[in-house]
């Protein structure tokens, strides 16, 4: 091989170790990103049972059940909806009705949302952002009931 | 008074950093050496001033002065002495100005050690460095003032955050900041070069302390966070692929491949340009992640309405630095002449492949944290990119790297006999595979894949010291002459081999703890047991406790293994007074390298309580591993022939003096 075939393979080679990474991340994406609804997007569109996806709003008052073990029962709402979501596991310690949260998970076949995390963040004022948003814009969260502004402020010294 | 002190002091350092940034590029131009002068010693002065400044914050602090807003907002006068001087750091106004203050020290210790530097390169170099300060000084006095004061001063102040009142706040911080804002000297540097338009071996020597002991701050205060989040939240995780870990975790991978960089530029004056480009993403990368922390921009892209004023000012000095910099580097850099022709397969195509893996990887990493971000702003569309992305991306691509590390140092310069550097190995790999198998029946099985990672972690701590080995000639001659051979060493040799040896065991760690962890959530009365990794747990009941601003629930445990008991451990759930926030505080018991955690969850209707306990087998190898890579780089910074400017010391003594110089200094 002359130097110059020796440099164009070297080349060669670090473009597709880079092709191969972007091809990756491209497949890691369809495969692993979770969208983000409220209970009143999914009255709009069905979400197809075993599809990922990011649940937002407030736990309904009253409708938290513990059930056996350490399974618990809640409804999550942004006012106009509700979705029925179990979760087994523990609540993160905000974990109140009337909060905001924000469960991640998929529908079984039954239409029952089965979370397998509940977001939990670093201050007792934390709206989770993407529920924040939304229920100001529907009027439906009042300011002064624990400011998002605050709360951002609290979580970010890690 | 002092408070008022402080906030002068912290305008006077503007105006200090607005000289220091100017006179001495303007003297480097003009060959002036008083307007150079001014450099090193404004740059001490400049450290001074921040340091008065950050002292009377604290002294706010330490007197609990709530008549200053930023105190009122996060102390308490009940707080244990510790958690409020900590606490000057666990806001945004504090954060900021410990990021001004390290920033600073770094430019005091450039002028400091800089001694010997050539006078254009240091006073550009300086100057550089102050750009950044009256940046941050601007956005400090501008949007985050920690002084500003309360008319009339409230009585008692609203807490910090009970998360944070830890002594890993007193820790953590301080070393990641010296590690992300370290990186700085590396960024002016390489900004310097490009104004001067040389650049040679020996900045690469200049360079390479700085982001040595950088990086080994990183290290240090990423794997001290790591463990923090593990024993404090609760959830038994200690990573989480969180954007503000990732924010720092990308300028520790460009940072790592920088060190590795300036290597192959200091010995063999290649892949110039490449360093000073890998120079500039690195502290682009830590400036990117002051942005998503500290502009409130990672949960939403909306928070900026919260706060229009500080995220838009970061993102300013976001895009003024990397955006002037890199358009510095398109003009300039064609002008850097590259040197030093090697062959694919030698010690410099091993770097080679390194920095290759690693931006790859950091670009990776980069687009699963902005994607998010990016996507919400162009269609609204929330979406996250969770853990899942990133075991599967960058865990494939670290791979490769990982198989490559202990050839590096086996392979020569310039041209490397690949199959001599395996050859070494072999014995090596071998073990590595008998060994990880002999622990994956330790274990008794799990995923194959977890005997392949388990022996790849093996291979990699071995493979550290087969260098080692064969540069003592242990084998070939006696023991004894071996060892005053081994010894004879320069250090840097050793510092490499700790290092790459860290990050064997930090990956052996991780591997047994995703392989072999086990989890159980049951609901407990007093009395029950139940089992875990071996050991046997009995739950001997619910105590109440008031430490000085909580209240606590404990919970107590004994655990004994085949009938004795050998450890008891507390877990408890808190109650902080006066945020009335809860917190669950774990309870960790060590056995060896591995551990039991112990986690409360909510008290049930009949007198039980939920308990989440883990077994993580092998955990505190991980951030063994990270302190071992600590170790490596101070080993490394101690030896000789990197202390800054030891050879052109000697160099310049046996040159006459130049008055000129003596002015300088």
């Known amino acids: 091989m002359t130097r110059k075939q020796k440099r164009m393979a070297v080349i060669a080679g670090g473009m597709s170790f880079i092709l191969i990474a972007v091809l990756l991340v491209m497949f890691a994406f369809s495969q692993s990103v979770a969208y983000f609804f409220m209970p009143s997007d999914l009255a709009k569109n069905e979400v197809s049972p075993g599809t990922r996806i990011r649940l937002g709003g407030l736990v309904e008052a009253g409708s938290v059940q513990r059930g056996a073990g350490s399974t618990v029962s809640f409804k999550v709402t942004d006012g106009s909806a509700s979705v029925p979501v179990s979760y087994t596991g523990i609540l993160p310690d905000l974990f109140r009705e009337g909060q905001g949260v924000v469960t991640e998970g998929v529908f079984t076949s039954s239409r029952a949302f089965v979370a397998d995390s509940v977001l939990a963040k670093h201050d007792e004022n934390y709206m989770p952002k993407e529920v924040a948003d939304r229920l100001k814009a529907d009027g439906v969260w009042k300011e002064g009931e624990g400011s998002p502004t605050t709360g951002a402020k609290g979580s970010v010294t890690r | 008074m002092i408070v008022e002190i402080g906030h002068y002091a912290l305008v006077l350092a503007l105006a200090i950093a607005l000289i220091v940034s100017i006179a001495p590029l303007v003297g480097a131009r003009r060959n002036d050496a008083a307007l150079m002068a001014l450099a090193p010693s404004g740059s001490i002065i400049l450290f001074g001033m921040v340091t008065l400044s950050f002292l009377a914050l604290t002294w706010a602090y330490a007197v609990s002065d709530f008549s200053v807003r930023n105190v009122w907002e996060n102390s308490h006068s009940l707080m244990p002495m510790v958690y409020k001087l900590s606490g000057v750091w666990g806001n945004h106004e504090g954060s900021m100005m410990l990021w001004l203050l390290i920033l600073t020290l770094f430019s005091a210790l450039v002028a400091f050690f800089g001694r010997n530097l050539p006078e254009?390169?240091?006073?550009?170099?300086?100057?550089?460095?102050?750009?950044?300060?009256?940046?941050?000084?601007?956005?400090?006095?501008?949007?985050?003032?920690?002084?500003?004061?309360?008319?009339?001063?409230?009585?008692?102040?609203?807490?910090?955050?009970?998360?944070?009142?830890?002594?890993?706040?007193?820790?953590?911080?301080p070393l990641l900041y010296l590690g992300y804002v370290g990186f700085s000297v590396c960024f002016s540097f390489a900004v310097a070069a490009l104004i001067e338009g040389r650049i040679d071996a020996a900045w690469a020597r200049w360079v390479r302390p700085w982001t040595l002991a950088a990086w080994t701050f990183l290290t240090a205060g990423i794997a001290m966070g790591s463990y923090w989040a593990y024993y404090e939240l609760g959830w038994g995780g200690w990573w989480f692929w969180d954007p503000v870990e990732n924010a720092s975790f990308m300028p520790w991978l460009a940072g790592t491949a920088l060190l590795h960089s300036a290597l192959v530029m200091e010995k063999r004056e290649a892949l110039k340009i490449w360093t000073v480009l890998l120079a500039i993403i690195t502290f682009s990368l830590s400036l990117l992640g002051t942005f998503l922390v500290r502009s409130g921009v990672l949960t939403s892209v909306h928070a900026f309405a919260t706060d229009p004023t500080r995220g838009t000012f970061i993102l300013a000095i976001l895009s003024i630095f990397v955006g002037g910099a890199f358009a510095l580097f398109a003009w300039r850099a064609p002008q850097l002449k590259s040197g030093g022709i090697f062959a694919p397969i030698s010690r410099e195509g091993a770097l080679v492949l390194n920095n290759l893996i690693l931006t790859v990887s950091t670009a990776t990493v980069l687009t699963g944290t902005l994607y998010p971000l990016v996507l919400e702003t162009l269609t609204g569309e929330k979406i996250s990119v969770g853990a899942p992305f990133f075991n599967l991306t960058f865990g494939l691509l670290m791979i490769p790297l990982l198989l490559i590390v202990p050839m590096g140092p086996l392979l020569a310069w310039k041209r490397g006999d690949l199959l001599g550097a395996m050859q070494r190995l072999y014995l090596v790999a071998g073990l590595a595979l008998v060994v990880g198998l002999g622990l994956y029946y330790v274990e008794n099985g799990g995923p194959v894949l977890a005997f392949l990672g388990l022996a790849l972690g093996i291979y990699l701590i071995l493979g550290s010291l087969v260098d080692l080995w064969y540069r003592a000639n242990f084998g070939k001659l006696a023991?004894?002459?071996?060892?005053?051979?081994?010894?004879?060493?320069?250090?840097?040799?050793?510092?490499?081999?700790?290092?790459?040896?860290?990050?064997?065991?930090?990956?052996?760690?991780?591997?047994?703890?995703?392989?072999?962890?086990?989890?159980?959530?049951?609901?407990?009365?007093?009395?029950?047991?139940?089992?875990?990794?071996?050991?046997?747990?009995?739950?001997?009941?619910?105590?109440?406790?008031?430490?000085?601003?909580?209240?606590?629930?404990?919970?107590?445990?004994?655990?004994?293994?085949?009938?004795?008991?050998?450890?008891?451990?507390?877990?408890?759930?808190?109650?902080?007074?006066?945020?009335?926030?809860?917190?669950?505080?774990?309870?960790?018991?060590?056995?060896?390298?591995?551990?039991?955690?112990?986690?409360?969850?909510?008290?049930?209707?009949?007198?039980?309580?939920?308990?989440?306990?883990?077994?993580?087998?092998?955990?505190?190898?991980?951030?063994?591993?990270?302190?071992?890579?600590?170790?490596?780089?101070?080993?490394?910074?101690?030896?000789?022939?990197?202390?800054?400017?030891?050879?052109?010391?000697?160099?310049?003594?046996?040159?006459?003096?130049?008055?000129?110089?003596?002015?300088?200094?």
């Open chain 2, 120 to 173: 254009t390169l240091r006073a550009n170099v300086l100057a550089v460095q102050a750009w950044v300060a009256v940046a941050f000084l601007l956005f400090i006095l501008l949007t985050s003032n920690p002084f500003i004061r309360l008319m009339p001063a409230p009585a008692e102040g609203q807490d910090l955050n009970p998360i944070l009142q830890d002594p890993g706040l007193a820790v953590h911080p």
């Open chain 2, 479 to 665: 023991f004894s002459i071996a060892f005053a051979r081994l010894k004879g060493l320069p250090r840097s040799a050793f510092g490499t081999a700790l290092a790459h040896m860290g990050l064997g065991v930090t990956v052996l760690g991780i591997v047994a703890v995703t392989a072999f962890e086990t989890e159980h959530v049951l609901e407990m009365k007093q009395g029950m047991t139940a089992d875990a990794g071996g050991y046997t747990l009995v739950f001997d009941g619910m105590k109440e406790a008031v430490g000085p601003n909580f209240t606590e629930e404990r919970a107590h445990f004994t655990i004994s293994k085949a009938g004795v008991a050998v450890a008891d451990v507390w877990s408890s759930k808190r109650i902080y007074t006066a945020r009335r926030m809860p917190t669950t505080e774990a309870g960790i018991v060590s056995f060896g390298l591995s551990q039991l955690y112990v986690s409360l969850g909510d008290p049930m209707a009949d007198g039980g309580i939920v308990v989440r306990i883990w077994w993580k087998p092998f955990i505190l190898c991980i951030w063994l591993g990270g302190l071992i890579m600590m170790i490596g780089g101070f080993v490394s910074l101690s030896d000789r022939r990197l202390r800054v400017g030891a050879p052109s010391r000697r160099a310049k003594a046996a040159k006459p003096a130049k008055p000129a110089m003596e002015a300088a200094e």
